[in-house]
């Protein structure tokens, strides 16, 4: 079941969550819905499903224009920030809420809620109440709760962002096997640049209400449409009308003509790269990730005056956002 | 999620909410002031300014003036017990303060006076003594805290509890006692919460009318509040007395509501 | 009015203690100030009820007409609990999910019943549906009266116990359940109303406890007629007539409800603080009918018994 948004338009009062936004997400699909708070994520995931109106534009499910149809009737899954468990039933009744009301019979239900549960790996738990289940577990519940009435299109709005670092990194995982096994076409909403990469098969970058650019993570971060998206997939630092990713920063310590001074202020260790602060003859503070092994062979110090030299380089001809594709600064040919 | 099937249901639903509560709330209301003033501001107004009038309106007044800040200085004493300090008896003494919401006031006025009438267990000594609590102006004044003891323990409560103890512990690494704690920095943060109380207070002691009915006797002129000059005036028959009173005790009341509203609002902020 | 309980643990000796000698005094003023006010008064009360021995007791409560005035009394009173049980919650979702010109005065008319003396109410309802009623509708000296009555003085009750509920109701498990499937009315009869369920019970048990002793609203419109007769209406004529035992003893049948009607809303807010979604969440926050029980207080003083 493919999906289709075309020119989606919506706003609340004076601000406009949506602005002519498009998107095409395949059949089967694990998609990304990527950007800062406030750049109509969650809005347009809404809207697919039912639980927003549109002002202008319209969505598709599979060809189908569904948007005058009520979220009931959408076949939807919906997944939220904060699970949205009926917290005055059982996990089974939960998971079985949606066959309950289409009047599945006890036995079938109960076969399904089963094998649900097994599948997010509750088992065992489907008398307690949510509340007394941990947030991990909750969201696994979600999940089957959606997933029991065999949607068409699983949504989930940044469904990992109220659990601890370590349980997001693990259900992460978790969705990529489950969407492996299942095959639903799935978008999911996050403002995590790294989950989203790790994820999902394509991201559409979304800012104030707008798409900035839609791809794979690699198409994003080699060849990103502007300095938004830009920034957004990585770090990165900015040399005038330049913009370089700092493992694109070589550090050497003699000058030449592509090189531009700067003093070393700040060597800070994280993990196996180090990051190394400079400030340039203009007060511009660059940063540039160098290996262990790099940093030994310079034998930087603070204070040390050393040269950078950017191995590629992109600008965007100082437009704003949303423009075309900037154009990328080859390597000089030897 | 909208559909002409919701909003019809919504229509729906406003009739009969909104016309329920007009129906029961608002028309009987708008009718007292209606019928109050059918033949002008006279009437009414030279009842309630005849001395009994007055009387009723001083003495009631009088009763808010001794039990509202009698019971709002227990009511945040109380508070703060049933907060600050876990003790068995807590549950209990949160018992006893609800007893006021959910007793008949005729009981509440009984039992007063069976305990102070000249049979009752206190009445005869305090007689000896001089002291008289029925048929006057005391006996008022219990039966007046008795119904109004809730109010303000209730709503301060939940405000103290949400104030936590840190600003409290942050004043006394300062250096701060606990008096000047609790007026410069507990009191402060609770205040909108203890007004909201001492507002419920004054509504229900100027409102109260079965047990001070049954403890006052209701003597014109002596021991009648502005509610039992109402009863009176309409079982003689003087409808300006019985609506210019109840016209005077309806706009207390809405007074009341508005002050609710406003301190509600800093309550909440 | 509401607000949730935060159980931080605090360190003892943390926080603000009464001033003064410490907690003693203040605690002993307080339950002097608690046992000269209600409780010695209510024990006069039970003295005299039971003054003649169980059996007048029993003859009190059992004669014909304190037994019409009972049967009046709580059939009414059950009566207008189920209407106003409907009417409240309907009033109430109007306010929290509604949007119209005048909500907030609405709201605020609300607490009119609870502002206003009953004998006003009386009154008022008397202008409007007795004797001399612009529309008609004459209710005096009747039995519906009685309900009417009441139905005025109970309502906030309900309103005022449902709306917190609503208020902090996750409204994401109704998009939750529609995006199941599930239709308006099924949302509300499966999602929403049990979750409104302990509000609604709470302010039922207290309405109904309200409704029981009701006596200003009632007198006025309903007179005391042996037909019309609510149990409070009795007792003062008994008071009047001088039979105090009987008074006594059908005040103390009042009072036993009363205190049932309170240990029931304590069970209800004790039980739905165990369905609590976050367990930090304060227990039973939203039901502010009345205060928590005192264990639920004090989560933050520390043990007096350990000094």
Redesign the interface.
């Known amino acids: 079941m493919g999906i289709t948004v075309e020119g989606a338009s919506k706003r609340f009062g004076d601000f406009q969550a949506l602005n002519d936004v498009s998107i095409e997400v395949p059949n089967g699909s694990l998609t990304a819905l990527l950007g800062p708070s406030g750049s109509g994520k969650s809005t347009l995931l809404r809207a697919i499903a039912g639980l927003e109106s549109l002002d202008g534009g319209r969505v598709l499910i599979d060809g189908e224009d569904v948007s005058a149809k009520p979220v009931q009737k959408r076949e939807v899954g919906f997944v939220f920030q904060h699970y949205a468990a009926f917290k005055h039933m059982t996990v089974f009744e939960n998971v079985g809420f949606g066959l309950k009301i289409r009047k599945w019979d006890k036995a079938k239900v109960a076969d399904r809620v089963h094998e649900l549960l097994q599948l997010v790996q509750l088992n065992g738990l489907a008398d307690r109440y949510p509340s007394q289940l941990s947030g991990g577990q909750r969201q696994r519940m979600a999940l089957a709760r959606a997933l029991a009435v065999e949607p068409q299109v699983l949504l989930l709005d940044e469904p990992f962002g109220a659990l601890d670092a370590k349980v997001r990194k693990d259900l992460r995982t978790w969705l990529r096997h489950l969407h492996e096994e299942m095959h639903v076409t799935t978008i999911f909403v996050t403002h995590d640049q790294e989950e989203a990469m790790d994820v999902a098969g394509q991201l559409v970058v979304m800012n104030e209400g707008r798409v900035e650019q839609s791809g794979t993570a690699d198409e994003l971060y080699e060849n990103p449409a502007n300095e938004f998206v830009m920034s957004f997939v990585g770090e990165v630092n900015r040399l005038g009308e330049d913009y370089v990713r700092p493992h694109d920063m070589e550090v050497v310590l003699e000058a030449d003509e592509r090189t531009q001074e700067g003093m070393v202020q700040r060597i800070v260790a994280l993990g196996f790269e180090i990051r190394v602060e400079f400030v340039l003859a203009d007060g511009a503070e660059i940063w540039a990730q160098l290996t262990r092994l790099e940093l030994q062979r310079l034998e930087l110090r603070e204070g040390q005056i050393a040269y950078l030299r950017p191995i590629q380089t992109k600008s965007f001809n100082g437009s704003s956002p949303s423009s075309d594709h900037g154009a990328s600064t080859p390597p000089v040919a030897l | 999620?909208?559909?002409a099937s919701?909003s019809r249901?919504?229509w729906g639903?406003?009739t009969?909410?909104?016309g329920?509560?007009a129906l029961?709330?608002?028309?009987?209301?708008v009718?007292?002031f209606y019928?109050t003033f059918e033949h002008g501001l006279a009437p009414p107004l030279d009842a309630i300014t005849s001395p009994d009038g007055l009387h009723a309106l001083k003495l009631s007044l009088l009763m808010v003036a001794i039990a509202v800040p009698l019971n709002t200085i227990?009511g945040v004493?109380?508070a703060?017990?049933?907060?600050?300090?876990?003790?068995?008896?807590?549950?209990?003494?949160?018992?006893?303060?609800?007893?006021?919401?959910?007793?008949?006031?005729?009981?509440?006025g009984?039992?007063?006076?069976?305990?102070y009438g000249t049979k009752?267990?206190?009445g005869p000594d305090l007689a000896e003594a001089g002291i008289e609590i029925l048929f006057s102006v005391p006996g008022m004044v219990?039966a007046s805290?008795?119904v109004s003891?809730?109010f303000v323990?209730?709503?301060t409560?939940?405000?103290l509890?949400?104030i936590?103890?840190e600003q409290?512990?942050a004043a006394t690494t300062l250096g701060a006692n606990?008096?000047q704690?609790?007026w410069r920095?507990?009191l402060p943060s609770i205040r909108w919460g203890v007004a909201?109380g001492v507002v419920?207070t004054t509504?229900r002691v100027?409102?109260?009318?079965?047990a001070v009915?049954?403890v006052s006797g209701s003597r014109s002129g002596e021991t009648e509040t502005?509610?039992?000059f109402?009863?009176k005036a309409?079982d003689n028959f003087e409808p300006a007395g019985?609506?210019g009173a109840?016209v005077l005790?309806?706009l207390l009341?809405?007074s009341?509501?508005?002050a609710?509203?406003v301190l509600?609002r800093k309550?909440d902020a | 009015m509401e607000a949730s309980a935060q159980s931080r643990p605090v360190s003892p000796r943390a926080g603000l203690r009464l001033p003064g000698v410490g907690a003693g005094l203040g605690r002993g003023t307080i339950v002097l100030y608690l046992s000269v006010i209600v409780l010695l008064p209510l024990a006069a009360l039970a003295s005299k009820a039971f003054e003649g021995g169980l059996s007048t007791f029993w003859s009190q409560v059992t004669s014909p007409q304190a037994l019409r005035s009972l049967e009046l009394t709580v059939g009414a009173s059950l009566i207008v609990v189920l209407i106003n049980g409907v009417f409240g919650t309907i009033i109430a979702w109007l306010l929290v999910r509604d949007n119209f010109p005048g909500k907030s005065a609405v709201n605020a008319v609300i607490d009119l019943p609870f502002a206003l003396p009953t004998i006003v109410a009386s009154l008022i309802l008397i202008e409007l549906y007795g004797v001399k009623s612009p529309i008609g509708i004459n209710l005096s000296l009747s039995r519906p009266a009685v309900v009417v009555a009441l139905l005025f003085v109970t309502l906030p009750f309900v309103v005022r116990a449902v709306q917190p509920l609503l208020i902090e109701m996750d409204r994401e498990m109704e998009e939750a359940a529609a995006s199941l499937g599930a239709s308006g009315f099924t949302i509300f009869r499966r999602i929403v109303f049990p979750n409104l369920l302990p509000g609604l019970a709470a302010g039922v048990a207290l309405a109904f406890a309200r409704a029981l002793g009701e006596y200003g609203s009632v007198l006025l419109f309903a007179g005391g007629l042996p037909n019309t007769q609510v149990s409070s209406v009795f007792i003062r004529q008994q008071i009047e007539s001088g039979n105090e035992t009987g008074a006594a003893a059908v005040s103390v049948v009042l009072l036993l409800a009363a205190l049932v009607m309170l240990a029931l809303i304590r069970l209800i807010q004790h039980w739905s603080s165990k369905h609590e979604r976050s367990p930090g969440a304060g227990a039973g926050a939203g039901l502010t009918v009345m205060p928590m029980s005192g264990e639920d207080y004090s989560a933050e003083g520390d043990d007096d018994e350990k000094r």
């Not at chain 2, 949160?94 to 005729?106: E, G, T, Y």
């Open positions: 999620m909208r559909s919701s249901s919504r639903l406003r009969l909410g909104l329920y509560l029961l709330l608002l028309a009987p209301l009718l007292l019928k227990f004493g109380c703060l017990l049933l907060v600050r300090h876990r003790w068995k008896g807590n549950a209990v003494i949160d018992s006893v303060i609800n007893l006021p919401f959910a007793i008949s006031p005729v009981v509440i009984l039992s007063l006076f069976l305990l009752g267990w206190l219990l805290i008795f003891v809730p323990v209730r709503e409560v939940p405000v509890q949400e936590g103890t409290e512990q606990a008096w704690t609790f920095i507990t909201y419920l509504a100027l409102g109260e009318f079965g009915s049954i502005l509610p039992l109402v009863q309409f019985a609506y109840s005790l309806a009341a809405l009341t509501l508005l609710m509203n509600k309550e």
